[in-house]
C-alpha cells in the first residue's frame, strides 16, 4: 500500500538554527514526492519536488530535501531557520500520475 | 493569472440545508480536486476530476456531489448539510505528475 508519514506532530527549532522536518513513504516503484507549506487561513503552496535525478532538491524560500532510497525518506531542511519560517508542512506523495496522498503535517515552530 | 479562485470564502449553514462551493482555475490544468481539511488534520480528498465530463469519488465522498462541464469549472455540491461537513474546503488543481495549486479555502460551519 503506498503511504507518507511525518512522524513528529511539532518541531520547535531557535532562529538561526538548522531545521529538519521529517518524511518516510511507502511506495511500489518511483515515488514523486512533495512538500507543501500552510500559512494561517491560507491554502497550501508548494515548495519543492522530487520526481528523478538529483537526490538533493532545492525549492523555494531556501528550503532543500533530501530524497533517501534506501530509507525511504524524503526530509525538509533549511540550513538556518527564521521566525517567518512557522507554518505547517506538509509532505506529499504523488500516485497514479495526479493523485496525491498528503502527511498529516508538522507544525513548525521557530523562536526568536 | 489568478491561480484557483474559491467562493465563498466563509459560510454558515443550518443542518439541512444545500450549498455549492465554487471553484475555478485559469492555468488550463486537466486536474482538478476537492480537499477538506479537519481542525489539526491532514487533507482528506473529496471528489477529484481527471478533465471536463470526468469526476470519480475520493476518499470521503458521502454528501457531496460534483460536475465538471469546463476545464476552468469544479463546483462541490453538499446536498442536506450535517455538523460532521464542519471543515475548511481547498480546491486544487494541477498538470500530471506535477505539484497541485490551492485555493484560498472555503471556511463552512454546519449548525
Known amino acids: 500500500a503506498q503511504s507518507v508519514a511525518q512522524p513528529e506532530d511539532q518541531v520547535n527549532v531557535a532562529e538561526g538554527n538548522p531545521l529538519t522536518v521529517k518524511c518516510t513513504y511507502s511506495?511500489?516503484?518511483?515515488?514523486?514526492l512533495f512538500w507543501y507549506v500552510q500559512y494561517p487561513n491560507r491554502g497550501l503552496q508548494f515548495l519543492l519536488k522530487?520526481?528523478?535525478?538529483?537526490?538533493l532538491v532545492k525549492g523555494s524560500y531556501g528550503f532543500e530535501a533530501e530524497f533517501n532510497k534506501s530509507q525511504t525518506s524524503f526530509h525538509l531542511k533549511k540550513p538556518s531557520a527564521l521566525v517567518s519560517d512557522s507554518a505547517l508542512y506538509f509532505c506529499?506523495?504523488?500516485?497514479?500520475?495526479?493523485?496525491?496522498?498528503f502527511g498529516a503535517g508538522t507544525r513548525l515552530f521557530v523562536k526568536a | 493569472n489568478a491561480g484557483v479562485t474559491q467562493t465563498p470564502k466563509f459560510r454558515i449553514l443550518k443542518i439541512g440545508q444545500s450549498m455549492t462551493l465554487q471553484c475555478a482555475q485559469d492555468?488550463?490544468?486537466?486536474?482538478m480536486y476537492w480537499y477538506r481539511q479537519d481542525p489539526g488534520m491532514g487533507l482528506k480528498l473529496i471528489y477529484y476530476?481527471?478533465?471536463?465530463?470526468?469526476?470519480d469519488k475520493g476518499e470521503v465522498p458521502n454528501g457531496y456531489n460534483v460536475s465538471r462541464s469546463t476545464t476552468e469549472d469544479f463546483p462541490l455540491r453538499l446536498e442536506l448539510a450535517a455538523p460532521s461537513q464542519t471543515s475548511v474546503y481547498f480546491c486544487a488543481s494541477s498538470s500530471s505528475y506535477n505539484e497541485q495549486f490551492f485555493g484560498p479555502g472555503t471556511r463552512l460551519t454546519v449548525l
Open positions: 492555468m488550463n490544468h486537466n486536474y
Open positions: 506529499a506523495l504523488g500516485t497514479g500520475g495526479f493523485k496525491t496522498i
Open positions: 476530476s481527471v478533465g471536463a465530463g470526468i469526476t
Open positions: 511506495v511500489s516503484g518511483n515515488p514523486y
Open positions: 522530487y520526481i528523478t535525478g538529483d537526490n
